[in-house]
């Protein structure tokens, strides 16, 4: 099967782009009016959220040890720009830590909820027609090669936030260009790690979703940064997240050419 060609894209890239967002949008609606989603949903997602409060806790009161620990060329630096260094160094700590934070959530969560979230999956599938293509795949199996393709994405997400990290020390790019930059990158590991179950259930792995989804670069995009924005909220990566493996769903539907419409 030609992958490269399945989605082909019809519209302009930022039509595309906005429609990726929809699909989260369309997500959270199929969510919110299933009682028996939500329930599924919400306990993995507490679960890793607590988790990740208490260590995003913990970083913001040791961050001023930490910008020391990294700075230590400005140990004898007049008081003033010792503390602006380390200030701009403790900023960027914390947002290399959010960015880690809001990568690790997802492949954290997917790991505790993978029953869960498959089986919101595979109820939203249901109410769009159905697996084509359906593979029976043993549960501890399953579970091993979400977990392997995580570890896989997380390692990537740790080796593009350390730059990410060192350019946030560019005066004006750092605190600008690099967000932007970072939000586009998060948003399209996230949408890898989303789409998931999915093309677990078509017996495809990651290097197939990854093939799909650059098909149609823009749509994945689109989708991927609405969650990333989202999972930036407080509280949002819980309340999302459930809704996120909705969305994802259609778009792994909509990569594979299959109908996103529900019957």
């Known amino acids: 099967m030609d992958v490269t060609n399945i989605a082909r894209p019809v519209t302009g890239a930022v039509g595309r782009f906005l429609s990726g967002v929809g699909l989260l949008l369309r997500g959270i609606g199929l969510y919110v009016r299933s009682p028996g989603l939500m329930l599924l949903g919400v306990v ?3 679960i890793s959220g607590a988790l990740f409060v208490a260590a995003f806790a913990a970083l913001v009161y040791f961050v001023d040890d930490l910008a020391a620990l990294v700075t230590p060329f400005a140990d004898d630096w007049p008081t003033t720009w010792r503390g602006l260094v380390r200030a701009v160094a403790g900023l960027a700590l914390l947002g290399l830590g959010g960015l880690l ?3 690790t959530f997802t492949a954290v969560t997917l790991i505790i909820g993978d ?7 595979e109820q939203v599938e249901d109410r769009l027609g159905g697996t084509p293509g359906a593979v029976e795949v043993p549960f501890w199996a399953s579970l091993r090669r979400s977990i392997i393709d995580s570890l896989r994405l997380v390692a990537v997400s740790a080796l593009v936030g350390v730059p990410l990290f060192a350019a946030g020390f560019i005066p004006v790019v750092g605190q600008t260009v690099v967000p932007v930059i970072g939000a586009a990158v998060g948003g399209w590991i996230l949408a890898l790690e989303l789409v998931g179950a999915p093309f677990y259930r078509r017996g495809m792995g990651l290097r197939e979703r990854r093939t799909l989804l650059k098909a149609d670069r823009p749509t994945t995009l689109g989708f ?3 969650v990333f924005v989202c999972f930036l909220i407080p509280l949002g990566a819980v309340l999302i997240m459930p809704a996120a493996v909705a969305g994802a769903t259609l778009l792994a539907r909509r990569s594979l050419g299959q109908s996103v ?3």
């Open 115 to 121: 029953p869960f979230y498959e089986k919101i999956s």
């Open 261 to 263: 419409e529900e019957v």
């Open 44 to 46: 993995p997602a507490l």
């Open 224 to 226: 991927g940064v609405a």
């Open 101 to 103: 934070g809001v990568l």
